[in-house]
């Protein structure tokens, strides 16, 4: 698993979407590079912005009780894995924006580093490990990111 919070880290993940153009298609999934990019964007939206309503209730115990182990675990996604609605993007996007968007999110949680996200709370899941975060971040980014070849 990458260390997203290391400079090397960051910088590898940072570099392989670098090798991405708005022409890179996808080897699985309906996606396309800019809504990809968009997509990756959002799970740091849910740690910097207000912008997506948190779970409550019922939904909050299914997301920690069910779905947390499989998120922030090492285990690699499966190919073609189903999308929480919020996550969906269903709009093209402007590729270099969104390529600038995320790319300045994963340098700003390196800068913070690990111990400030360690203990804190996320969107859906109540507090994380800094290891946690760590495996929420580096492997959803390995995940799209393999799935458009880079």
Do not use: C
């Not at 969906?88 to 700003?108: A, C, M, P, S, V």
Request: aromatic share 12%; proline share 5%; charged share 25%.
């Amino acid at each position: 698993m990458t260390d997203i919070f290391s400079a090397e880290g960051a910088q590898s993940i940072i570099s392989r979407i670098e090798q991405l153009t708005p022409e890179s298609q996808p080897l699985w999934g309906k996606m396309s590079v800019d809504q990809m990019l968009a997509h990756l964007a959002v799970m740091y939206e849910l740690v910097y912005t207000d912008k997506h309503p948190k779970p409550k209730g019922f939904l909050k115990w299914v997301m920690k009780t069910f779905i947390k182990k499989a998120v922030v675990d090492e285990t690699p996604y499966k190919k073609n894995t189903k999308t929480a609605p919020f996550f969906k993007i269903t709009n093209h996007r402007d590729f270099e924006k969104e390529k600038q968007r995320l790319t300045g999110y994963i340098r700003q949680t390196q800068e913070l580093g690990g111990a400030h996200f360690d203990g804190k709370e996320s969107h859906s899941f109540g507090p994380l490990t800094q290891t946690e975060w760590n495996n929420l971040f580096s492997k959803h980014l390995d995940h799209h990111l393999r799935q458009f070849g880079v």
